[in-house]
């Protein structure tokens, strides 16, 4: 079981900045292919950025040029730089964590942290 906990979430002015911190547990964190995802109420959840074990980034097109994912293996954590917010990036974002085990692949969620960007 890999447990999630993200932090660095709040309330930001648009134009401003925030980085987003998920620190998973668990010895093979090296392993695991990472992601942000982001969700608002009444639609579904969101891809926002992508990392995986041997550090190829996936970004949605619309934070490009704007967001950046990174890991620390070191440190169990995944990073998610947020500049240039916009309003439309409020939302609540989550950690994800999958794990390949043979065949099988298990994803593992974290709590969520709320972002909110003011106009």
């Known amino acids: 079981q890999v447990q999630l906990v993200e932090s660095g979430g709040g309330l930001v002015q648009a134009g401003g900045s925030l980085r987003l911190s998920c620190v998973a547990s668990?010895?093979?964190?090296?392993?695991?292919?990472m992601g942000w995802f982001r969700q608002v109420p009444g639609k579904e959840r969101e891809l926002v950025s992508s990392?995986?074990?041997?550090?190829?980034?996936n970004y949605a097109d619309s934070v490009k040029g704007r967001f950046t994912i990174s890991r620390d293996n070191a440190k169990n954590t995944v990073y998610l730089q947020m500049n240039s917010l916009k309003r439309e990036d409020t939302a609540v974002y989550y950690c994800k964590a999958a794990e390949l085990r043979g065949i099988y692949r298990y994803d593992y969620w974290g709590q969520g942290t709320q972002v909110t960007v003011s106009s």
């Open positions: 990392i995986t074990s041997g550090g190829v980034t």
């Open positions: 668990g010895r093979t964190f090296s392993q695991y292919a």
